[in-house]
Nanobody, 128 residues
């Protein structure tokens, strides 16, 4: 099992920036991808970005491309989500997830049911 702990959420105004962190501990070698998901009020959980932890490949959903950047510090077993140009519609609980996949990431990132490991989430609120 892997323990995932998110941090860095908060409240910002439109156009602001936040950086989320997800620290992994435990049997981290059991996974090869980590991802960020979010759940907006009244909506289903949706994928945001993913990163191949054994390389540098990254994946983004269209709504955040050009604004969000996922990165990792392997020495710290930590994945980050740099969020720039935040909009009110980015307001959500943001979750870190981990899993092992041997298939193209694009169909996987959009399906939260495929990811076995989850953190507790960190709230991001963007005001207009």
């Amino acid at each position: 099992l892997v323990k995932l702990v998110e941090s860095g959420g908060g409240s910002v105004q439109t156009g602001g920036s936040l950086t989320l962190s997800c620290a992994a501990s435990g049997y981290t070698d059991s996974n090869n991808y980590m991802a960020w998901f979010r759940q907006r009020p009244g909506k289903e959980r949706e994928g945001v970005a993913a990163i191949y932890t054994r390389g540098s490949d990254t994946y983004y959903v269209d709504s955040v491309k050009g604004r969000f950047t996922i990165s990792q510090d392997n020495a710290k077993y930590t994945v980050y989500l740099q969020m720039n140009g935040l909009k009110p519609e980015d307001t959500a609980m943001y979750y870190c997830a981990a899993g092992f996949f041997l298939e193209p990431m694009q169909p996987v990132i959009v399906n939260p049911n495929r990811w076995p490991e989850w953190g507790q989430g960190t709230q991001v609120t963007v005001s207009s």
